[in-house]
């Protein structure tokens, strides 16, 4: 693959400085690209590599243009430039279609014949397989589930009875999406088991990481809408609903029944207690747990950061002094 | 399946008030339910929709009886009679009985006639797999490993060698049992690894989410007892000891050799340091870190709730300049 | 396996009081050992089954050694003798070398005649599978990843393309290397993927836990250098470094291009954000948050010890008491 600058300057919407017909194959980091490569400069800190890069051309912006010793392409938001350039000169190198002979279809499948099936995988009665779907060797698609248009499973996914996948969605190896959700009810001492009798609804273009698991509804479905993308180890519980192009870190834990809203970003190892709704817009930083739901759109915090183990341990004692005391003890006093 | 509410009434334990001769088939959230589906209240939030429900009958406890238009199952715990009547309407739906071709069972490993074992399955040598277990596809279950009667597996479960699992326990897809333990030695600046020669031993009625990892024990079995309940993405570490009812939610992880008691319940995401005992009946809530044994029941805590970030940085930074002072500072005056 | 207690001795480094022809076959707890066991005491915890214990003979320090009634072997660091004992009598049981008729191998993968592959294995073109590599069932080979000698792959281990495995290492079930880094740009109100076309190089004599996640670069390669030990369910986002010998357990999540340095220790549920840099010889506490590059040696530490639930709730509201006062109000008082 490899186009003109003048070519890549449209597609990722830049303006050229350098000549249109030089071309470029393949996206590289400012210290490593060689001729050939397009490379870009977004953070501060890469910029001593600018004046010594080997790239064929630069994406950045305007504020870079005048150190670059190369062809530029300028555009206020650079990375979305690279995003860009990497699509194009980087597609995903589609699987041949077919079904691979040690697959087992199960009969009254539905395979659409320009999609794959890998080696070992097994789709099961009812299941719907939809145009240019490939789905990677020794996967699970269970009955009844369907799976729709250029969506992409890794190795190894398993995908539960009556689920149902978008377009263009992309699920990570090892992730499994419909088993049942955790619902117990407390018999005296002992813990009866729920039937989890909804399922998972998965929109357009969603990504969901490796190992990550989605817990089918328990009455209704458990619901992820057009765009969402979810990094690996992520749990998400039963019944809860995913705003559309949401993003979710990795060792993220959502509870039973929660509501997230649309556009929201939880970093990695974020906590979310069961039943709380929280808006649109909404971005809740590193290890943080929520414990109410948020109505409004913000940035909320819970974690510590780490220090070094003395001064840490000092903060521990001290706030477990004051906890012991009683509030209106010093609070008279100051307030 | 369908039942009459005398039938039911009685199954759940739950005084019917309505007409005993109705038949209903299966359960239904309070506002989305039709003729032949039974709800239940058991959250007040929910009580607007009793009086709009399409339900053919609620299950609900006395203080809602009157506001009830359709008939009524009275019972105290009305979630716990929702728990009994789904798993009466919705019983499991199990695999025929029988090996698939596909699978591969190697000699010497005995499977019972009732029991199915998916496609692109491993049983090895000396395994035994008891009268009507499911295994679903693409498992491997590990030489001399056994797993006794009416256990279910997912898709793609792994139960390593000697692992031996109990009746009607249900394992979730991609579950990993019996893997090796973390266990290492300094040797100057390496490490080496110290083999694994214990193994897993789950008791009956054992639930274990997706992805789920239990690791066989250093030199002792690791020991979940009869009635567990593990969400995904759970990991139990080489020789702990789980006591009979206890109930694990997501993202929890238990160190080498803790040992925890009867009836206790982790919140998501709780983490318990190595070698510690839990005692009976403790619950710990979300996100907290158990640094010390637990001696007594109770419920125990060590996360923040999560703040609008300029709050949450304001508590920062004054837990930190408190950390700074030193404690007769402060002490003197108010103590 | 049976040794002499002098070939035990030498093979440990340890001084040996009793008698050298006696043998022993395997290693067990002290409690619980019976003749022909060598035991170790380590933990003063323990000391009380030493008068007790069946052992034929027992590893500890020299303080203990009036006190065992039977063979002793002493050296300073008991559990490092534990260790190579064990490694000496409870050897690795290698598979028979191999492919199994239904492991499928891509044209073009080239395997040595002494490693083995499990059924339901896919090893795609390109992939080189070293002498003496176990590679156990369901598990994936990408095209053009390697995997050096001596290296074993539990079941369902996912290598995604151009991965490269060092020697001597060991993947536990349900590992997933070089699935796509969570790479996203922001495109007005939705997500645009950016290809990951970068790899993931694994050192020598580097262990992975089950389900544990690797992912594969952006542009450059993650690698985990040499030694690396990394417990179970723990994510390693793209471009990350991991130095030699730095041991890493369960639950931990590492963002972005992090870059940890050597013999580190990361303890239970640490989480780290992205791009950050962390010197030799750091350890993290449990459940830390490191938010910012470490410089020096030493340990760290953010996480809270739980505490009985009141308690820690008046800690919880000294706290935002506090973070509510402006920050002279307290201070001019007191300092």
Redesign the interface.
């Known amino acids: 693959m490899a186009v003109t600058l003048a070519e890549l300057a449209e597609h990722i919407g830049a303006e050229l400085h350098g000549d249109g017909t030089c071309t470029v194959g ?4 400012l210290e ?1 690209a060689g001729h050939g490569d397009v490379s870009f400069l977004q953070n501060r800190a890469f910029r001593k590599f600018l004046k010594v890069t080997g790239a064929s051309a630069v994406i950045l912006g305007e504020e870079f243009l005048r150190e670059c010793p190369v062809a530029a392409l300028v555009m206020e ?1 650079a ?2 430039g ?3 350039a ?2 194009l000169l ?3 190198n589609p699987r041949v279609p077919g079904i ?1 002979p ?1 697959a ?1 279809i199960e009969a009254g499948a539905m395979i659409a014949s320009s999609a794959s099936v ?3 995988s ?1 789709v099961e009665a009812g299941a719907r397989i939809g145009e240019e779907v490939e789905i ?3 996967c ?1 698609i ?1 009955r009844d589930a369907s799976v729709d248009a250029c969506t992409c499973l ?3 996914v ?1 995908i ?1 009875h009556g689920v149902t996948i978008g377009r263009r969605c ?1 699920i ?3 992730a ?1 999406i419909g ?2 959700g ?6 005296r ?7 989890q ?1 909804g399922g998972v609804r998965l929109g357009d ?1 969603v ?1 969901i ?3 990550t ?1 989605i ?1 089918r509804g328990a ?2 479905d458990t619901i992820i809408e057009n ?1 969402v ?1 979810i ?3 992520v ?1 998400v ?1 039963h019944n809860v609903r995913i705003g559309e ?1 949401t ?1 979710i ?3 993220v ?1 959502i ?1 039973g029944s929660v509501v997230i809203g649309k ?1 929201c970003m939880l970093a ?2 974020v ?1 979310i ?1 069961g039943h709380l709704e929280i808006a649109d817009d909404v971005v ?9 739901s948020i109505t409004e759109a ?12 003395p ?15 009683p ?1 209106q ?3 008279t ?3």
Chains 1, 2, 3 share one sequence.
């Open positions: 393949a996206v590289a980091a490593r938001d990375y979305l690279y995003a860009r990497a699509g980087h597609p995903h691979d040690a087992r890998g080696a070992f097994v990677g060797p020794n699970f269970g890794g190795a190894g398993t539960c992309i990570q190896a090892g499994v088993a049942d955790f619902g117990l009810a407390r018999d001492d002992r813990w009866i088991k729920i039937p009798i273009d990504e990481g490796a190992n698991t817990d009455l209704e765009g993308k990094d690996n180890l749990q519980a192009h993003a870190a990795a060792c834990g509870s556009r990695g190892g906590g207690a809740v930083t590193g290890m943080s747990m929520v414990t109410k913000g940035t909320y915090s819970g974690g510590w950061a780490a220090q070094v183990a001064q840490w341990r000092r903060n521990v004692a001290a706030l477990r002094r004051l906890g012991r005391r509030p003890g010093n609070g006093a100051h307030e």
